[in-house]
């Protein structure tokens, strides 16, 4: 069919084009032929415009959740802004997690997750755990040596075997892989899992407190450092065992508990003065060094 008018109006779908037309047209097929078209409007859907939050928020992670869990609700007081964390606390554990806030944020994910780590560790001598911390079936421990432990003995094996570069066999219950599985996985299955050791870094340990059978330590250590295997470890080296009871991460690099949110209390919405900026990040965090 032919069109004489000297303006066609088409209906529009998205991405045609509106024209005025100079002449006659025909439609034939799905063709327009003609002459003299000049673009009036593109008819576009809109586009929706990027989140501009960019930086990073120290949280204080409460008891209970996972990381992913806590990320979860950062993401949604975020305006759903791409979101990670940089470094994994276990659903028991407490305090510091850094959570990254939009794309130049999550980038810098690798090098916060290379930064140290502090923790206040609270072991309990009277049990094992088949988790290696309060979530595992316990069971009580038959010390055959004289307890309590002194802690002048319990100083000295902390200083002498668990500081510096040492070996460290993960737990089984942890994210490590598998042939191409979680250990975790497979022992919640009943599966035998085989852990190998692998070199970590533990900078310094402090006895902050102890009452038989509780002891609490503040360590510092490097990345990979598993504090459940510490506990685990500890224990054995005494001549019984034990288990980690309770688990607060003080700090993540420069970055302390006292800079910390607490997750009820994480601004709804978050707005990019709630932020440390990427720029700062970048001041203050070194590239992680080479394996």
Known sequence: MAFSDPLVALPLQKGMIAVEVGRSIQKTSNNLIGLHFKPIFTAMSKQPEPNPLAGVIIVDKPKGPSSMGVVSVVRRRAGKAKTGHAGTLDPLATGVLVVCIGRPATRLVPRLMGTSKRYLATIDFSNTSETDDA???????DWTRQTPVPQSE??????????????QTPP???????????????ARQGKKVEMKSRPIQIYEIKIVSYEWPTLVLDIHCGKGTYIRSLARDVGQSLGGGGYLSALQRTAVGDFTIQQSTPLDDVPDPVEQ???????????????????
């Open 135 to 141: 979530e595992g079936p316990l069971h009580l421990v």
């Open 154 to 167: 319990i100083e000295n094996v902390l200083q002498t075997e668990y500081v510096g570069e040492i070996m």
């Open 172 to 186: 089984a219950f942890s994210a490590m892989k598998i042939g191409g599985q979680r250990a975790y996985k497979l």
């Open 273 to 291: 003065h709630h932020l440390i900026s990427v720029d700062e990040i970048l001041q203050t965090v070194p590239e992680p060094s080479e394996p």
